[in-house]
C-alpha cells in the first residue's frame, strides 16, 4: 500500500499524469512497478523493443545515441517528472537510443500494453501526450526554421505602464549591439506609436537605424491584412534578419475561460530567451506579479528560459520606497537618466545602476539552465561540522567549468532514515550554465557530488538541475 502512495505521488509530478482524479492515480498505480538502477547502468538498450513506459521518481539519466563501437552521443538528460519510452510505445519501433543512469536512479516502469489500455480508458491521457507530442514537432520546426542561428529574444512586460520600458529597451539594445557586434533591433507590440512621436521618427520609415548600430522596427498599418499574420511575419523578419531582438509588450497576458493566452504573446513566449516584468516598487503589486510569472512559467521551456523581475523606482515619490520582496533587479530612481528624445546621439553615458543591470543581463542570455547543490552543516546526519571549505571547493569547481557561481545560506529539514527530520542549516551553491556545458560537464558534476557526499558521510547530496531536485 504504501508503495502505492510513493507511485500516486510521482504520477501527480508528470505532465501526463497530474491533473487525473484521485481514483485513475490509484488504477495508474497499481499498475506501475518501482524500480532502481545504479550509475552508469543501462535501463534501455538502443535497438529493444518498445516494451516500457518509464517516469523517473529520482536520479537522473542520459539519453545516448549509440554510433559505432567506440562513439556515442548524449542527447538530452532527464529529471525526475519526466517520462521516456512513450514514443517508441506509440509507433511500436525498436528504441531509437540508449538511456542509462547517471546516478543512482529510481523509476515507476508500465508495460506497454497497459499504458495503451490507459490510453483507451482514460481520454484525458491521450490529449496530454497529443500536447507533448505536439510540442515536440513545434520545437523541431523551430530549430530547422532557425537553421543554425542562435536567436535572443528578450521580451519586456510592462506590467503596470509608464515604468520606462521603452527607454530601458532602447538603452539594452544600444549595449547588446555594441557588446555583441550582432545585428540587433528594438520594437514595441502592438504598435510602437509613443516611440515613434517620442523619437520624432518618421511613420514612412519601416526601420530606422539608430546612429548607435542598432534598428527600431516601426509598426506599419495594412488594413488588408490579418492581424495574427502580421505579427507571424514580424516575428519571421525578426527571426531570420536579427541576432538580438528586444520587444517590449504594452499589454496584459491574459486567460480566456480555456487558460489560453493571446496567440502572439504565446508566439513570442515561444521563442524568448529572457522575460523581464517591470514593476513599482509597491507592496500590493506582489500577488499580481506572481499570478503573471505562474501564467508565464505554464507556457516556457524553463530550460531555455529566464524570467526576471525588476523593481524600477522610476520617479521621485518611489525614490526611497523600500519594496519587502525578493526580486532580481532593483533601479533606483536616476534623475540624471536622458530622456528618450535625446538617445538619438551616437554616445549616450547609461548610469552605473542601469549598466549593472544591462551586463547581468547580457551574461545570462547564453545561460539559460541553472545548477545547484546543497551543502549540509552537519556530519553522520546530525552531528555538527563547519562546511564552509566545501562551500569554497564547490564555489571554485562551479567557477572553473561555467565561468561563475554565488552561495547562500538556507534553512533545511529532511527525513532522515535513522533519526527522522533533521533541520540544520545548508549552503546552496549555485550557477548558471549554457546548454553545451550542461551537457559537457554534468556526469563530471555527479562524479564530484559523490565524492563530497562520502567525504561529509551524508545519506544523500540535494542536486537541483533546472529546478528539479534529485537526491545523489
Not at 520587444?247 to 491574459?254: K, P, S, Y
Amino acid at each position: 500500500m504504501r508503495n502505492n502512495q510513493n507511485i500516486i505521488k510521482a504520477l501527480k509530478t508528470c505532465e501526463l499524469f497530474k491533473h487525473l482524479p484521485a481514483e485513475d492515480l490509484d488504477r495508474i498505480a497499481s499498475k506501475g512497478k518501482m524500480r532502481q538502477f545504479f550509475p552508469d547502468e543501462v535501463i534501455v538498450w538502443q535497438g529493444n523493443p518498445s516494451d516500457s513506459l518509464f517516469l523517473i521518481t529520482n536520479g537522473i539519466v542520459a539519453i545516448k545515441r549509440i554510433i559505432s563501437e567506440t562513439e556515442e552521443q548524449v542527447l538530452n538528460y532527464l529529471m525526475p517528472g519526466n517520462t521516456f519510452g512513450e514514443i517508441g510505445i506509440l509507433e511500436n519501433k525498436p528504441r531509437s537510443a540508449s538511456v542509462a543512469a547517471l546516478s543512482d536512479v529510481e523509476v515507476i516502469v508500465i508495460r506497454r500494453q497497459d499504458f495503451i489500455d490507459m490510453l483507451y480508458q482514460l481520454p484525458s491521457i491521450a490529449i496530454e501526450l497529443a500536447k507533448m507530442l505536439g510540442r515536440y514537432l513545434v520545437e523541431s520546426n523551430r530549430r530547422r526554421s532557425r537553421g543554425n542561428s542562435n536567436i535572443k529574444l528578450i521580451l519586456l512586460f510592462d506590467v503596470f505602464g509608464s515604468l520606462g520600458a521603452t527607454s530601458f529597451g532602447v538603452s539594452l539594445a544600444r549595449l547588446l549591439q555594441q557588446r555583441t557586434k550582432q545585428k540587433t533591433v528594438y520594437t514595441e507590440y502592438p504598435v510602437p506609436q509613443k516611440l515613434i512621436a517620442d523619437l520624432h521618427i518618421s511613420r514612412k520609415e519601416k526601420v530606422y537605424h539608430h546612429p548607435a548600430g542598432f534598428d527600431i522596427l516601426l509598426s506599419q498599418e495594412d488594413r488588408s491584412m490579418n492581424d495574427k499574420v502580421k505579427t507571424t511575419m514580424m516575428l519571421d523578419h525578426l527571426i531570420n534578419d536579427y541576432e538580438n531582438i528586444i520587444i517590449t509588450l504594452n499589454e496584459n497576458i491574459d486567460e480566456d475561460h480555456d487558460g489560453n493566452v493571446d496567440q502572439d504573446i504565446a508566439m513570442m513566449l515561444d521563442y524568448a530567451k529572457q522575460i523581464i516584468m517591470f514593476s513599482p516598487p509597491e507592496p500590493a503589486v506582489w500577488g499580481h506579479l506572481e499570478d503573471i510569472q505562474r501564467k508565464l512559467r505554464k507556457r516556457i521551456r524553463t530550460n531555455e528560459t529566464n524570467i526576471f523581475t525588476l523593481i524600477n523606482h522610476c520617479s521621485e515619490e518611489y525614490k526611497d520606497v523600500v519594496f519587502p520582496h525578493q526580486v532580481d533587479f532593483h533601479v533606483p530612481f536616476l534623475p540624471v537618466f536622458p530622456p528618450l528624445r535625446d538617445m538619438h546621439a551616437k554616445e549616450v553615458v547609461i548610469p552605473t545602476p542601469l549598466l549593472d543591470v544591462f551586463n547581468t543581463l547580457a551574461d545570462r542570455l547564453e545561460r539559460t539552465n541553472n545548477i545547484a547543490l546543497y551543502i549540509p552543516t552537519t556530519i553522520s546526519v546530525d552531528k555538527k561540522l563547519d562546511t564552509s571549505s566545501y562551500v569554497e571547493k564547490t564555489l571554485a569547481f562551479f567557477g572553473e567549468r561555467f565561468g561563475g557561481a554565488t552561495s547562500k545560506q538556507a534553512q533545511g529539514v529532511w527525513n532522515s532514515e535513522e533519526v527522522g527530520l533533521v533541520g540544520e542549516t545548508v549552503y546552496i551553491v549555485n550557477s548558471y550554465v549554457t546548454q553545451a556545458d550542461l551537457n559537457k560537464f554534468l556526469d563530471e558534476i555527479i562524479e564530484y557530488v559523490k565524492k563530497i557526499k562520502v567525504e561529509l558521510s551524508q545519506e544523500a547530496m540535494a542536486l537541483e538541475v533546472n529546478q528539479k531536485l534529485t537526491l545523489i
